[in-house]
């Protein structure tokens, strides 16, 4: 199948995205009243999060989102402040839409947004709480086999667009892929095509392998050149990325992965993954990831709120993957590369 077979849907992920973003811009104005809290002047992002009373994974959900929708800028002093736009966001501007955007400010999902916010995470209160990951020493939701089943199927459309571009821009390699939390599987089926002689692992919870094992069957009777022979050359391998050992390889492959966690539990990660390269293997992360200067862009901020909704994490930025793999011990590289629905690739290389 060529790279080119669909366009590019990430229209279909930046529509539907959007919806925590909006719930972001009005928890803002009237629940945290943080446009207000500009209005005096500009404050350094450290002062602002101290005086909405926000932690750090919330601050870095919300002022990101608010510079992308040219709400809020950065000063060359390097401090947050209103743009003209987000001027008339506040009580005392001529004219302002504050009340407009209050018309939604009680609609629950702004609401449990505000609560969101101010908690980093959901409330005691509130039924649920963060959907599929792992909460301390306890079962993953992911060992259900309902759970993992309606998640992995729900992420397979996405994998099986992505997978193929993201198999030409990995490395040429005759030795062995490590698909940390591989889902589906599909970006390890796609790089063995590309690579024939090659063998791979995908690491993940039991009941989500099972689904993966069932795709790779479809896979494998796709009639796609060499496609049958993939099955002879992958495993699976069940496991907690989090305390488990993990098998010594060539090349790590973390896609839609440190997203999931914050920031502490992704050096811990960063760690673990660079102690199972072998020497000169390298670390490959597939993700959305934020502007430098974490300003946007707007699609990936309003994944981000979407992350932040559903997960312990967030988008990060390429500075902060690549800091995270320097302190691993791993060498970055300075090469970015672009896929689809607005994912891109970076890596780093362990020395000899």
Not at 124 to 140: I, N
Not at 194 to 221: H, K, M
Not at 269 to 287: C, Q, S
């Amino acid at each position: 199948m060529s790279i080119s077979k669909y366009p590019d849907l990430a229209p279909i992920t930046r529509h539907a995205r959007a919806m925590y973003s909006s719930r972001l811009l009005i928890a803002a104005v009237h629940h945290l009243r943080a446009f207000d809290a500009l209005s005096a002047g500009p404050l350094a992002p450290s002062d602002l999060q101290a005086q909405l009373g926000l932690k750090e994974r919330p601050a870095m959900v919300l002022f990101p989102a608010l510079c992308a929708m040219d709400m809020w800028a950065y000063n060359a002093a390097g401090k947050l402040q209103l743009t003209a736009l987000g001027q008339h966001l506040t009580q005392g501007a001529r004219p302002t839409l504050t009340e407009y955007l209050g018309l939604e400010k009680n609609d629950s999902g702004v609401v449990e947004m505000a609560e969101r916010l101010q908690n980093d995470g959901p409330c005691q209160s509130q039924a649920g709480g963060t959907a599929y990951v792992k909460e301390g020493a306890g079962p993953s939701p992911m060992d259900d086999p309902t759970t993992a089943r309606a998640l992995t199927l729900a992420l397979a459309g996405r994998s099986e667009c992505l997978a193929p571009i993201v198999a030409t821009k990995l490395p040429k390699h005759n030795g062995h892929l490590l698909d940390i939390a591989g889902g589906t599987g599909y970006f390890s089926y796609e790089w063995l095509l590309v690579n024939t002689q090659a063998t791979a692992t995908v690491f993940d919870r039991p009941a989500v392998l099972e689904v993966a094992a069932e795709l790779l069957d479809e896979f494998c009777q796709s009639g796609r050149a060499g496609a049958a022979g993939v099955r002879e050359r992958i495993r699976f391998q069940p496991g907690d990325m989090l305390t488990d050992a993990l098998p010594q390889t060539d090349i790590v492959l973390a896609a839609s992965l440190f997203h999931d966690w914050p920031t502490d539990t992704c050096q811990r990660l960063a760690h673990r993954f660079a102690a199972a390269l072998r020497p000169e293997g390298e670390l490959w992360i597939h993700d959305a990831f934020l502007n430098d200067e974490l300003d946007g862009p707007l699609a990936v901020t309003d994944y981000s709120a979407q992350l932040f909704w559903v997960t312990k994490g967030r988008a990060y930025s390429r500075r902060e993957y690549r800091g995270w793999l320097q302190e691993a011990g791993l060498t970055p590289s300075t090469e970015s590369f672009e896929t689809q629905m607005d994912y891109g690739l970076i890596w780093a290389k362990k020395d000899k």
